[in-house]
């Protein structure tokens, strides 16, 4: 085994990082790309809302659509804070 | 019926005014009366790579506002009596394209000619949008890289939303890689994305892979598109693309770090 490889295997390419980077942000812009555009404004008003009510962070809400052939799907998901202990 | 072929990338610098050149002239030479247009309004350069930066008189911007027939403007090139070039105006008004003076020469062009070459400048930007728009063909230039193959992916999406096509629910725009400045040696080494996975990330159909070539430069300093540097791996690489494009059965090249195909073939050093 020539030094070359020695070193071809014991440290990971950049190659396969630069194609797992990219694989990531295609993916992602991807998605976001097929979004109707009102879906940024909507969801900083949903948070909006359920801030009132509950104190949630600005993080625990997540809106995603999905989109196949005969259906449009919004899936909001607001994670709530865990139960705050009963005082007695 | 014509084809409008447009050669886009989104980044700048990949090759797309290289490929256009090349690609055009491989079209005319095989015999198809082609027509390539530069859209870079204000930074023309199709004339320099194409070698008629002399015999520029009128250009896109004079035909779209009437102030010279296309005729008058569609230079003739030297080497090859089939392809015309219509130069990019290199005024600073970046308005002067619209869209229906554009649809309006690409109709008149498409009666006279088999395959029109829009040259589209980078960015997103009008020039990009127009050249894009009333495309048939998407022949879009990579590189090896990761900002050349995040903005293709952005570009790909533009052709799908945003063209002619797309916008009257006909059939999309079919689009074409091309993988420029390709260095096996570097992809072998693991320093520079593969083929595999350049494929892999924009599912695109691969059209060729052009090799990373000093007779790119050559070409360009002196106004030869390279494809007529028959010779050159670049040249022949271009040929390939060429050929494919027009429904012939060529084996890839280009792709493993060996540079001599016959030599492999045959087993040699």
């Known amino acids: 085994m020539s030094l070359l490889d020695y070193f071809k295997i014991s440290k990971e390419s950049t190659a396969s990082l630069a194609k797992e980077r990219l694989q990531i942000l295609v993916a992602h812009e991807r998605s976001s790309r097929n979004q109707p555009?009102?879906?940024?404004q909507m969801q900083k008003e949903l948070l909006e809302v359920i801030r009132k009510y509950i104190n949630v962070g600005q993080d625990a809400i997540s809106v995603s659509f999905e989109q196949d052939e005969d259906q449009e799907t919004l899936e909001?998901?607001?994670?709530?804070?865990?139960?705050?202990?009963?005082?007695? | 019926m014509a084809r409008i072929i447009v050669v886009t990338s989104g980044k700048g610098g990949v090759g797309k005014t290289t490929t256009s050149a090349a690609i055009a002239m491989g079209l005319a030479k095989k015999g198809h009366k082609t027509a390539v247009i530069d859209f870079d309004v204000g930074l023309r350069n199709l004339d320099l790579i194409m070698g008629c930066e002399r015999r520029v008189v009128y250009d896109f911007v004079n035909v779209i506002n009437g102030e010279a027939t296309l005729n008058q403007a569609l230079i003739r090139d030297k080497n090859c009596n089939q392809l015309y070039i219509l130069p990019a105006s290199q005024t600073r008004d970046k308005d002067a394209l619209s869209q229906e003076g554009v649809g309006k020469i690409l109709d008149e062009l498409r009666k006279e000619f088999k395959y029109i070459v829009c040259d589209s400048p980078a960015g997103i930007e009008k020039g990009a949008h127009l050249a894009m728009y009333y495309a048939d063909d998407a022949f879009i230039v990579t590189n090896p890289?990761?900002?050349s193959v995040r903005d293709s992916d952005r570009m790909l999406g533009i052709l799908s939303s945003k063209s002619r096509r797309a916008e009257l629910n006909?059939?999309?725009i079919k689009e074409y890689l091309l993988l420029s400045r390709y260095s096996p040696d570097r992809v072998k080494l693991g320093e520079m994305l593969s083929v595999e996975d350049v494929q892999d990330i924009l599912s695109l159909h691969l059209l060729g892979v052009i090799p990373e070539s000093k007779s790119v430069l050559n070409a360009s300093n002196s106004g030869m598109p390279?494809?007529?540097d028959e010779k050159s791996d670049a040249g022949q690489a271009y040929a390939d693309i060429v050929d494919r494009y027009l429904g012939e059965d060529r084996p890839h090249r280009f792709i493993d770090e060996d540079k001599g195909f016959f030599r492999k073939l045959f087993g040699g050093k």
């Not at chain 1, 555009?37 to 940024?40: A, E, G, R, V």
């Open chain 1, 37 to 40: 555009s009102y879906l940024p």
């Open chain 1, 76 to 88: 909001l998901n607001i994670v709530l804070p865990d139960l705050q202990p009963k005082n007695t």
């Open chain 2, 226 to 228: 390279v494809i007529l």
């Open chain 2, 170 to 172: 006909e059939e999309p």
């Open chain 2, 145 to 147: 890289e990761v900002s």
